[in-house]
């Protein structure tokens, strides 16, 4: 297996030191003399449940020959030593969770990863999933190489009780009608409609995705500088400018304003507006409720999706099959996936699962609004995106050169800035390439 050597060193960074620790130990489908053990490598409690759930049910089904190992790792060293254990051809796992951000580190050179779109394709189901969640975050050049679960379909989430003293009526139904909102929620209440964060990509992300933008072209070349970019920038500068949106603070100083009503709305997939808010702005229960994204144009899409992470095989395995087997038996068992979401509340991205009457079940924390009928209504709606090799170096330069200072620095304006970062990321993808 091949790979670039600055590229190598790039992508192991410091966990060579520890790297005795990790290789200790490990080894993919153990055979004891008798059944053979697959080790599934994670990072996650919360993800291993129900995975774990799934593995039950399949032995109920299927009666394997084959055991499962569940291994979980901090999240930076498991990652690395998913690496380093496929480049070293052995000690690593059969199958392991990948989060999102993590996977361009994998196809820098030889993909380590098995194809998993045969094996979709033969089983009759490629065409059942919600491909922007569950298959694009972890595809390239027309290859599959992870599957997500958790469909991630973006929703605006707002305080009906903040909005309805101020007199503002729901749904909002266009980005331009937001803004108006905004700016008649600032006037009666000296609040902030919506926060937009200044150190973290995603909501620009969210909002370009809309329009059918992103960080990357079918070729792995970055985009993030075309109009669908630089309009969502001048959007968002705008609204700050005029201070019906504020600059998100960092840490937990976000959620107390979240908590006391500074900031009246938010948008995100589940694990933001259910997950982190329930957690974090507990005593706001019953005062949230949910609408589609607003659109920026007639027709267009009404969500996005953020998040995620995704399974794999690994090419190292002696098992692959098996793997590859229980991988997609537990991302196409209802019953399964069901389970997932009494755990994490995780709605799914195999369309046969998403249709369970439990899924639209009322929720408390939403006034007993029905959530998951929302999300089946929009998620069609989610624009295919790209990934890429350089998808951290290329963040990182729009980050920390474009929106950072764009948002923070009156003076700095969304055209100049979005061109040198721009100018940044080729110049480090033509490092990294030469």
Not at 107 to 128: E, R, Y
Not at 169 to 175: D, E, G, L, R, S
Not at 237 to 245: D, G, L
Not at 316 to 343: K, R
Request: aromatic share 14%; charged share 20%.
């Amino acid at each position: 297996m091949q790979m670039h050597r600055r590229s190598f060193l790039k992508a192991v960074g410091s966990a060579t030191a520890g790297a005795s620790l990790l290789l200790s130990g490990c080894a993919p489908a153990i055979n004891t003399g008798a059944k053979k053990t697959l080790n599934f490598w994670a990072f996650s409690n919360t993800r291993i449940q129900w995975q774990q759930q799934a593995w039950e049910l399949y032995k109920k089904e299927k009666k394997p020959d084959f055991e499962i190992n569940w291994m979980i790792f901090p999240f930076q060293q498991m990652h690395d030593k998913v690496l380093i254990t496929a480049l070293a051809g052995s000690g690593g796992p059969d199958i392991a969770d990948i989060e999102i951000g993590q996977f361009a580190r994998f196809i820098k050179g030889d993909v380590i990863f098995v194809d998993i779109a045969p094996k979709l394709q033969q089983m009759g189901v490629m065409d059942k999933f919600y491909h922007p969640s569950a298959t694009d975050p972890w595809s390239w050049k027309g290859k599959i190489y992870g599957i997500g679960n958790e469909l991630n379909t973006c929703l605006l989430s707002y305080r009906w009780d903040l909005w309805e003293k101020a007199g503002i009526k729901a749904p909002i139904n266009t980005w331009d009608e937001f803004a108006e909102a905004g700016r008649r929620y600032q006037k009666a209440t000296g609040k902030y409609f919506i926060d937009f964060p200044f150190n973290d990509s995603g909501y620009w992300w969210i909002q370009t995705l809309q329009r059918k933008g992103g960080f990357f072209d079918a070729n792995g070349k970055p985009i993030f500088n075309s109009s669908e970019g630089l309009n969502t920038l001048r959007y968002q500068k705008q609204a700050i400018n005029e201070k019906w949106a504020g600059i998100r603070p960092i840490g937990q100083a976000y959620w107390a304003k979240v908590s006391d009503g500074t900031f009246s709305s938010l948008i995100g997939p589940s694990w933001n507006f259910s997950g982190f808010v329930q957690q974090n702005a507990a005593d706001t229960a019953g005062k949230w409720h949910l609408q589609p994204l607003p659109q920026w144009e007639a027709g267009g899409s009404r969500t996005a999706t953020q998040g995620g992470t995704g399974v794999t095989v690994l090419k190292t395995s002696s098992s692959i099959e098996e793997a590859l087997d229980f991988v997609l038996y537990e991302h196409t068992s209802i019953e399964a996936l069901l389970g997932d979401y009494g755990i994490r509340q995780t709605w799914p991205t195999y369309k046969p699962a998403l249709e369970q009457a439990k899924l639209s079940e009322p929720l408390k924390f939403f006034d007993n609004q029905r959530a998951g009928e929302i999300i089946k209504e929009v998620s069609p709606e989610i624009n295919q995106w790209y990934n890429s090799p350089y998808w951290p170096e290329t963040t990182d330069a729009f980050t920390r050169l474009a929106l950072t200072p764009c948002l923070q620095q009156p003076g700095v304006m969304p055209e100049s800035a979005l061109q040198t970062a721009y100018n940044q990321a080729l110049s480090i993808i033509s490092f990294e390439t030469a």
